[in-house]
């Protein structure tokens, strides 16, 4: 049996994620996905062996109260626990501003990678280290790994958080012995069926959308906030549902009823009013989106 280790940077994936949604309406199969590293590994390792041979311990790596505090996240690190990665969580640090802010992850990280390696008899010393991640942060630990004699692998894709896009370092990708590009994964995936196991497709379409939709793959909360801001804004904070719903269905090709599918992933944020002009309108107000007792007025 190889060992390798599958350690995941959890905000990075987030945002990964909510991309993938937004322009592929895809998200992630984790078993499926693991799979497909064991023969990535099994292509780097240039010998004569089989995924069989491949045994993968996975882990991910993020700050406590992003699990409690925002929906997206909860679904997408639940997905994740349901695939048998295990769960490393941090406190988040609170600046002198106030704000929670993910610190010290990227250094727990690779601390444990280290620690793994040499807790490990010689024999079960792990060759494999697969870095879910495109922060610079972590090449010196690429390194290190190096050193040792482990062979890596870096899945990355660059995407757009608040209208800024977020490539993946350099330096990282240079460091790596391999580097899978999710962006090109999901293209190839198109015509590859071994591929397109990979991805769990996120359908909006016809004129309702059923449960299981709504609770594992909602509409990107990324999305829904791009559209509103790309909303005419109106005097209290408010835009139409009726301008949003045509944003999202412009971006996402989305058709059906939005409205119950927004209270439904997204009842902690929204707030629908229609007695102002009598057309359904959208409060914009950010106060708002945080609400945990929202209501339907």
């Known amino acids: ?85 295990l769960k490393n969580a941090f406190q988040l640090k609170t600046d002198t501003s106030g704000v929670s802010r993910e610190k010290g992850v990227d250094v727990a990280l690779a601390i444990e990678a280290v620690i793994d390696y040499f807790k490990a008899k010689e024999e079960d010393k792990y060759k494999y280290f697969v870095l879910f991640s495109g922060d610079a942060d972590y090449f010196v630990l690429l390194k290190k790994l190096k050193s040792f004699g482990v062979k ?23 460091n790596a012995d391999k580097r899978l590009d999710l962006e090109t994964v999901v293209k190839e995936s198109r015509y590859e069926k071994a591929l397109d196991s990979i991805f769990t497709k996120v359908e909006f379409a016809g004129n309702t959308v059923s ?55 997204y009842s902690d944020k929204l707030i629908f009013d229609n007695r102002r002009t009598g057309d359904e309108e959208l409060r914009f107000s950010p106060a708002y989106f945080y609400s945990r007792n929202p209501t339907v007025l």
């Open 152 to 174: 890596t692998i870096v899945v990355y894709m660059d995407f757009e958080n608040a209208g800024k896009v977020t490539k993946a370092s350099y330096v990282l990708l240079q």
């Open 1 to 85: 049996m190889i060992n390798s280790k599958f350690f995941i940077d959890g905000n990075y994936l987030f945002h990964v994620h909510q991309h993938l949604m937004a322009k592929y309406h895809k998200s992630i199969d984790w078993d499926a996905f693991i799979g497909f590293l064991k023969a990535e590994i099994v292509k780097l390792s240039g010998e004569s062996i089989s995924v069989e041979d491949i045994q993968v311990d996975s882990k991910y790596f993020v700050g406590t109260p992003d699990l409690q505090n925002n929906r997206d996240r909860e679904l997408l690190y639940s997905s994740l626990d349901h695939a048998g990665i």
């Open 211 to 265: 449960h299981n939709a709504v609770q594992s793959a909602e509409i990107p909360w990324e999305v829904v906030d791009r559209c509103m801001n790309a909303c005419r804004h109106f005097a209290m904070g408010f835009v139409k549902l009726s301008e949003l719903e045509a944003k999202i269905l412009q971006e996402l090709q989305f058709s059906g009823e939005l409205k119950p599918i927004l209270q439904n992933a």
